[in-house]
Structures are given as structure tokens and as C-alpha cells.
């Protein structure tokens, strides 16, 4: 599915193109019927993009306004207000096109900030869901990266904001890759100087103390070539006191380790010491809830205890409510010991709960003080395990009942929709069978129209080459009929010119002058001593040439050249050789400084550079013409 339809003559696909590819450019997806995939039905394929697009551009023409095709498509557009129309030139339409505003791209040559483009795509955005389209024309042709960042921050959504972007990213990889390659070329060529620089050193080095040392032991010591003067440049020191710019990096390196050594134990420690905190944080809270918890249970145990000795029978069993209180007795204070034994901690707190004197005497009631706690825990226990049991199952016997319900609600309507099912299917049935059978001849009509289309197709296709072969002959019957006419109006101003000749001589010469007769056949208009009265010369050329006979020689040389070569050639290459023949006429006189019509000055008359200029036009005439 395409953005934008074109609508428009086939005969002028040439002129759509450049507004097709002006859209592709702003991210729009176009479709125009050079693009039907083969073995798809033309027609089919044409309807489906039109019924998909979201805009419909129409171009209007004198030619598409009397196309059927680009009528229906546009009477679709106009019904769906899908439709774009711009004219490729002015023409007059008919209702319901000639009320819609339409956009004129009879003078557009591509130019973005062109007033009727930008109305065409303004409102094809609004059409396809783009209103920032007009403002990315001017972000475009503002031509910087801020302007489009700008617009894109502006219309994120926008298929060409990510476009954009990813044009922005490509040109700034582009230009740091170029960047980077020449700074690494310059980097490779300044490492290539240094280090033929270092090899030259080294090699002068060496050769300096192998001609020291063929010396011998006359060797001066001191004149030994030293290598650790080539350092001095790389260590910033000289090479007296290398030894000790050594030592100071020694313990400059030295002194770096130990500090980053330190640096680490510090990390570690702090960290060790944050874990440790954390954990004593964590055992000082549960410290303090077991610190309450204790205090707690000693308040019971004690309020328990002073209950217990004041009630009126040591052997009656202890009340419901003291249960728990109980087993913390049975468990903490009966057998000294427990949860009451690790939580008081103060002896004066135990002496006033358990007088002294009192442990011989309360021991069998604390044997029985146990036994009826753990009966009396278990038959507590027990109860609430069935009670918890029981409640269960009255409420999954309730969920049941409702689900039982709820069924049995669903099995009825179930039914009733089975026979209302069973009754549609039965109409449906009836209809089917009424369906196949309009199927059937609705199939055979679309088979009879599509083979009527077919036969319409190969009629148009036969139509339209005799309509090409017509235009054909058309068109050569105009180029024939304008050959013919010129070479009329040739003949024409011959006649005139002879005619003319005639009156001249009539009146001027004494003696009789034989007139030319006038020729049967076409001849070409030619200024030659044959054709024309130096007595009566129109041409400023003719004036030169009547009064050289060097010239008029060469005249009568051009004529016979021209006649040779006319004589071989059809009535097209005649009709060209007669158009160029003129051309050259009138170009080569005033390109010797000579006027077209009339007589030049006597200087130009005798000058012998005019002369020699004529002159070398007409041989170079010659060859041309001998040569065609």
C-alpha cells in the first residue's frame, strides 16, 4: 500500500517523474501503474492501490481531461476526499473538477520553495497523517543539520525524522572516518621521520666507535661514543646525569605503586569495615526485640504464678484463658528453666515470684500442672483443626451448590440456542443454495465481461498503434508539406529575381542580353555570376565579387560543387542541403565585415583583406560541399 496514487495520461509519464521523485524524497511512498507486477490483472491491481491510498494526486492536462481512466479515478478520489489535483498545464474542466482548488505545476521546475508545490504538499499531508511535511520542506532548504534536528525533535513520529537522523550519523561517520584515516596517515608518516630519524643516530653512533675503535688501545677514552646520549631527548636529561634521571624515575615508579598499593588496602578495609557495621546493626535489632519479647513473657509468668497461688484448690485444673500462660509455667518456671530462665536475668526478680520454701511443696502440682497443659493444648489444637476442616467444606459445599445452579442455568440457555442454531441453519441452508445458485451467474457474467474487457483491451491496443502509425504519417505529411513550401517559396524569389534581372538589362544595356530561361526543375537560391546582374547586385557579397573575376571564378566553382552534389540526393537531402546552403549565404559575407543587403564602402570595396576573406570562404564552401 502506497502514500500517494498518480492519476494521470500514460502519454506523459516522462512529466510525472520528477514529481513522483520529489515526494520519494520527503519519505512518501508513491504507486503509479509502471510498477504492476507481472502476471497481476492490470485493472485489478490499479483499483486495489486506489482504494488503499490515503492521498489521490490527479494531474490534470489536456490530454488526462479527456482520458476515461483518470475521470473514474478521480470521481473515486473526490467521493472518498482523498483527492490532490495540480495541473501540468492550464486547461478548462468540467463539474464537478472545475470547483476544486487545484495546484499549478505548469511552471514547478523542482524548486521546492515553488508557492503552488508547497500547496500540494501541504495538503497531501494532511492527507496521509504528516503535518509537519511543509515544514520539513523549509528545513530542507534551510540545508544545515540544525534544521533538521530541530524539526525532527519537533515531529518525532515522523518517517523522516528517523531518516534524518540516521543521514546525520552517516555523514558525521563519514567525515570522522576521512579524518581519522588522514590523522593516522599523518601520525604513520611522523612515526616513519622519527624512526628513520632514531635508525640514522644509531647508525652514525655505531660507525662513530667503529672508527674509534680502530684507533686501538691509543683510543682516547674519553672520545668513546656515549649511547646513552640518544636517550637525553626522550628523558629530558643530558647525558652527565642519566644515572640519576634514572634513579628519580625509579623512585618515582616505586613511589606511584605503593601509593596505589595503599589506595587499595584503604578500599578494602572500608569496605570490611561497612559490612561489619551492617551485620552488628542487624544483631543490635534482634537483640532488642528479644530484650522485649522476654520482658514480656515475664510479666505474664508473674501475673500467671500470683493467680495460680491464690486459687482455692492446688489440684482443681487451671482455666481456659491461662492456657498459654500455663505452658510457659509448665515449660519455664515448673521446670526452672526455658524461655522465663534465659529472659530474667536478675535473681531478686525470681525470688519474688517463687518464694523460697515453696519447690518441695508445688512439685506434684507442677508434674500435674504439665500433663493438663499438653491435654488440654492437644484437645485445643484438635478442635480448631476440625472447626478449620468443617468451614471448608461448608463453603465448598456452598461454592458447589451455586456452580450446580449456575450449570444448569447455562444447559438451558444452551439448548435454546442449540434450537434457535438449528432453525438459522436450516434458513441458511435454503440460502445457500439461493447464494451458489446468483454465484453461478454472477461468475458467468464477471467471465463475459472479463472477456469483453479483453476484446476492449486488444481493440484499444489496435486502435492506439493505428492512432501512433497516423500520427506518424501525420507528422512526416508536415515536415513534406513544409519541404514543399519552402522549395516554392524558393522558387518564387528565383522567379522574382530573374524577373528583375530582365528590367534591368531592358533599361540599362545597349546591347541585346541574352535572359536565361527559366528553369523547369527546383534549383537552390544561390548568389552566383550565373544566377544574378552584376549590374544590379542586392547582397554586399555580390558587390566583392562582381568586381574580382578571381571571385567570380570561385563563385562558378561553389555553383558547380552544389549542383554535383543536389543532383545525387532525394527531397529530404535536398531540403537539407538547400537550408544549409542558405545559412552559409548568410553567414559568410558579414563574417568578412560586410553588410547583408546593400553596397559596402569603397574602402571595403578595394580592400584586398576583404577580398582574401571571400575568397577563402569560398574554397573552404568547396570542399565542404565536396564532401557532403
Request: charged content about 20%; some cysteine; proline content about 4%.
Given at each position: 500500500m502506497a502514500d500517494v496514487f498518480f492519476s494521470y495520461s500514460r502519454t506523459e509519464r516522462s512529466r510525472i517523474v520528477p514529481i513522483v521523485d520529489a515526494l520519494q524524497s520527503l519519505n512518501l511512498s508513491t504507486w503509479f501503474d509502471k510498477e504492476i507486477p507481472p502476471g497481476k490483472n492490470y485493472q485489478d491491481v490499479i483499483n486495489e492501490e486506489l482504494e488503499l491510498a490515503k492521498a489521490v494526486v490527479v494531474c490534470w492536462s489536456s490530454k488526462s481531461k479527456r482520458s476515461t481512466w483518470v475521470k473514474s479515478e478521480a470521481t473515486f478520489a473526490n467521493e472518498r476526499s482523498t483527492i490532490v489535483p495540480c495541473y501540468l498545464d492550464q486547461c478548462a474542466l468540467m463539474p464537478p473538477f472545475n470547483t476544486i482548488q487545484t495546484a499549478d505545476l505548469s511552471s514547478w521546475n523542482g524548486d521546492i520553495k515553488h508557492e503552488e508545490w508547497r500547496r500540494l504538499v501541504a495538503s497531501i499531508g494532511t492527507l496521509v497523517g504528516r503535518p509537519g511535511l511543509l515544514e520539513l520542506l523549509d528545513a530542507l532548504q534551510d540545508k544545515t543539520w540544525s534544521s533538521l534536528s530541530q524539526w525532527a525533535a519537533k515531529y518525532p513520529s515522523d518517517p523522516s525524522a528517523k531518516a534524518s537522523g540516521n543521514a546525520w550519523a552517516a555523514q558525521q561517520q563519514d567525515q570522522f572516518d576521512k579524518e581519522f584515516f588522514l590523522a593516522g596517515q599523518r601520525l604513520d608518516r611522523a612515526k616513519k621521520r622519527q624512526q628513520a630519524q632514531i635508525d640514522r643516530k644509531l647508525a652514525g653512533m655505531a660507525d662513530e666507535f667503529t672508527a674509534w675503535l680502530a684507533l686501538g688501545p691509543a683510543a682516547h677514552p674519553e672520545k668513546r661514543p656515549d649511547p646513552k646520549k640518544l636517550l637525553s631527548p626522550a628523558l629530558g636529561a643530558s647525558g652527565d646525569d642519566y644515572e640519576a634521571t634514572v634513579a628519580r624515575l625509579a623512585e618515582v615508579g616505586l613511589?606511584?605503586?605503593?601509593?596505589?598499593?595503599?589506595?587499595?588496602?584503604?578500599?578494602?578495609?572500608?569496605?570490611?569495615?561497612?559490612?561489619?557495621?551492617?551485620?552488628?546493626?542487624?544483631?543490635?535489632?534482634?537483640?532488642?526485640?528479644?530484650?522485649?519479647?522476654?520482658?514480656?513473657?515475664?510479666?505474664?509468668?508473674?501475673?500467671?504464678?500470683?493467680?495460680?497461688?491464690?486459687?482455692?484448690?492446688?489440684?482443681?485444673?487451671?482455666?481456659?484463658?491461662?492456657?498459654?500462660?500455663?505452658?510457659?509455667?509448665?515449660?519455664?518456671?515448673?521446670?526452672?528453666?526455658?524461655?522465663?530462665?534465659?529472659?530474667?536475668?536478675?535473681?531478686?526478680?525470681?525470688?519474688?515470684?517463687?518464694?523460697?520454701?515453696?519447690?518441695?511443696?508445688?512439685?506434684?502440682?507442677?508434674?500435674?500442672?504439665?500433663?493438663?497443659?499438653?491435654?488440654?493444648?492437644?484437645?485445643?489444637?484438635?478442635?480448631?483443626?476440625?472447626?478449620?476442616?468443617?468451614?471448608?467444606?461448608?463453603?465448598?459445599?456452598?461454592?458447589?451448590?451455586?456452580?450446580?445452579?449456575?450449570?444448569?442455568?447455562?444447559?438451558?440457555?444452551?439448548?435454546?440456542?442449540?434450537?434457535?442454531?438449528?432453525?438459522?441453519?436450516?434458513?441458511?441452508?435454503?440460502?445457500?443454495?439461493?447464494?451458489?445458485?446468483?454465484?453461478?451467474?454472477?461468475?458467468?457474467?464477471?467471465?463475459?465481461?472479463?472477456?469483453?474487457?479483453?476484446?476492449?483491451?486488444?481493440?484499444?491496443?489496435?486502435?492506439?498503434?493505428?492512432?501512433?502509425?497516423?500520427?506518424?504519417?501525420?507528422?512526416?505529411?508536415?515536415?513534406?508539406?513544409?519541404?514543399?513550401?519552402?522549395?516554392?517559396?524558393?522558387?518564387?524569389?528565383?522567379?522574382?529575381?530573374?524577373?528583375?534581372?530582365?528590367?534591368?538589362?531592358?533599361?540599362?544595356?545597349?546591347?541585346?542580353?541574352?535572359?536565361?530561361?527559366?528553369?523547369?526543375?527546383?534549383?537552390?537560391?544561390?548568389?552566383?555570376?550565373?544566377?544574378?546582374?552584376?549590374?544590379?547586385?542586392?547582397?554586399?557579397?555580390?558587390?566583392?565579387?562582381?568586381?574580382?573575376?578571381?571571385?567570380?571564378?570561385?563563385?562558378?566553382?561553389?555553383?558547380?560543387?552544389?549542383?554535383?552534389?543536389?543532383?545525387?540526393?532525394?527531397?529530404?537531402?535536398?531540403?537539407?542541403?538547400?537550408?544549409?546552403?542558405?545559412?552559409?549565404?548568410?553567414?559568410?559575407?558579414?563574417?568578412?565585415?560586410?553588410?547583408?543587403?546593400?553596397?559596402?564602402?569603397?574602402?571595403?570595396?578595394?580592400?584586398?583583406?576583404?577580398?582574401?576573406?571571400?575568397?577563402?570562404?569560398?574554397?573552404?564552401?568547396?570542399?565542404?560541399?565536396?564532401?557532403?
Open positions: 613511589a606511584a605503586d605503593a601509593a596505589a598499593k595503599e589506595r587499595e588496602a584503604l578500599r578494602l578495609s572500608h569496605d570490611n569495615l561497612s559490612r561489619h557495621a551492617a551485620s552488628l546493626s542487624e544483631e543490635l535489632a534482634a537483640a532488642k526485640d528479644g530484650l522485649t519479647a522476654a520482658q514480656s513473657e515475664i510479666n505474664e509468668l508473674t501475673n500467671a504464678v500470683t493467680a495460680y497461688q491464690s486459687a482455692p484448690s492446688a489440684h482443681s485444673p487451671p482455666r481456659k484463658s491461662h492456657l498459654r500462660l500455663a505452658a510457659a509455667l509448665g515449660v519455664g518456671l515448673v521446670f526452672g528453666g526455658g524461655a522465663f530462665g534465659v529472659a530474667v536475668q536478675d535473681p531478686g526478680v525470681a525470688a519474688s515470684v517463687i518464694p523460697s520454701g515453696m519447690n518441695a511443696a508445688i512439685q506434684p502440682l507442677r508434674d500435674q500442672v504439665a500433663a493438663l497443659t499438653k491435654q488440654l493444648m492437644d484437645a485445643q489444637n484438635d478442635r480448631d483443626g476440625k472447626a478449620a476442616s468443617l468451614s471448608a467444606m461448608s463453603a465448598d459445599l456452598a461454592k458447589a451448590r451455586a456452580d450446580a445452579q449456575a450449570a444448569k442455568a447455562d444447559l438451558a440457555k444452551a439448548k435454546t440456542d442449540l434450537e434457535a442454531a438449528n432453525r438459522n441453519a436450516s434458513q441458511a441452508k435454503g440460502d445457500g443454495q439461493t447464494a451458489a445458485t446468483q454465484l453461478r451467474q454472477l461468475s458467468a457474467q464477471i467471465s463475459d465481461l472479463q472477456q469483453k474487457q479483453l476484446d476492449a483491451n486488444s481493440r484499444a491496443n489496435q486502435l492506439q498503434a493505428a492512432l501512433d502509425d497516423a500520427n506518424r504519417n501525420l507528422t512526416q505529411a508536415r515536415s513534406d508539406a513544409q519541404s514543399a513550401s519552402n522549395e516554392a517559396s524558393s522558387y518564387m524569389r528565383q522567379l522574382s529575381d530573374l524577373r528583375q534581372t530582365m528590367s534591368s538589362l531592358s533599361s540599362a544595356a545597349a546591347k541585346p542580353v541574352a535572359v536565361a530561361a527559366i528553369p523547369s526543375t527546383p534549383a537552390p537560391t544561390l548568389r552566383t555570376p550565373a544566377k544574378f546582374n552584376c549590374s544590379a547586385p542586392s547582397f554586399g557579397s555580390d558587390y566583392v565579387i562582381c568586381a574580382s573575376a578571381v571571385l567570380m571564378d570561385a563563385e562558378a566553382r561553389a555553383e558547380e560543387a552544389y549542383e554535383a552534389i543536389r543532383q545525387g540526393l532525394s527531397a529530404k537531402g535536398r531540403q537539407e542541403l538547400l537550408n544549409n546552403q542558405r545559412e552559409w549565404w548568410n553567414d559568410y559575407g558579414p563574417n568578412c565585415g560586410l553588410p547583408l543587403k546593400g553596397r559596402p564602402s569603397d574602402s571595403l570595396l578595394r580592400s584586398s583583406k576583404t577580398q582574401q576573406c571571400i575568397l577563402a570562404a569560398l574554397e573552404s564552401r568547396i570542399k565542404e560541399l565536396r564532401n557532403w
